[in-house]
């Protein structure tokens, strides 16, 4: 029997968070106000793999070419584009529309008129050979395309442009994986598999295994003023000086880290369906579900 398993989390615009899961049959979605969980829906179909709040609407792209939306208490189902599309994840831009990426490229989905469109990274005239996306990212009003083998896109939705903010020249020849983008002025951090970089227009910088574990995603935020890293563990400061954000916390493999609806508090969401709540030092668990 497959275990329940969370694949993303998102915010609704009242501060509510939702997590998607998946058993890779049934699907369902979860919203939390920082206190409690409650099941918002439950459909058959395989898993999907990622989810975005546009509005109140909440956006799962899933491996059967299809994309469910649950909008004022149903789940809609939509045709992606390409019925093999993976896709990673997706984040709603300024004009309402939700951009998603993944293995084939870029997916747009605009709820005004429901249409579900594709482009390749070849289209922004992107070389793409291996370059699959592994991560949408969106922070300051700027959004970034983030994947394999060096792959750093800067997305502007005013233009429909993208610009590429590193290569496979950028760290030395190296071959990295990353998963998401954090801007800070003009330098950008990377969080990815095992590494965490940092790239500006003079220099790049990788940190290998900054939380332990090379087989896993290093998460990047901002905590305050403060960057934050995160895996099974929550560290704030800087490469060199972390500290932990709660002695002696672990957790396995974290998910994301939300801002909670209870003002000063966070939520930490693992795979596993196990959440907690960190304020003043401590984590109290608040699991999504039972496993």
Known sequence: MVKRAI?????LPGGEIVC?????????????DGRSWRLLAEWKGKEVTACCASGA???CPALDGKLYVFAEGEVRTLSL????????EGRALEDGRVLMGGARGLVFYDPASGAVTAKRLSHYGIDKPGRRIHGVSQA???VFIVGARNLVLEYDERTDTLVERA???????RELLFTSALPSGERLWLGGMGVLAAVDEEQAQVWEDPLGDRNHQVGVRWFRDELMVYQSELWVGEPGAW????????????LSVEDSPVEGELVAVSYTGQAY???DGSAQPLPVFEA
């Open 167 to 173: 290569n496979m020249a950028t760290f030395g020849g």
């Open 277 to 279: 709540v960190l304020a």
């Open 7 to 11: 694949v993303g989390a998102t915010r």
């Open 20 to 32: 998607a899961a998946t058993t890779r049959r049934v699907n369902s979605l979860w919203q939390g």
């Open 243 to 254: 500290r932990p954000l709660v002695d002696g916390f672990q957790a396995e493999s974290i």
């Open 140 to 142: 300051e009003g700027r």
């Open 81 to 88: 584009p390409d019925p093999e599309a993976w896709i990673a």
């Open 57 to 59: 609407a909440v956006v």
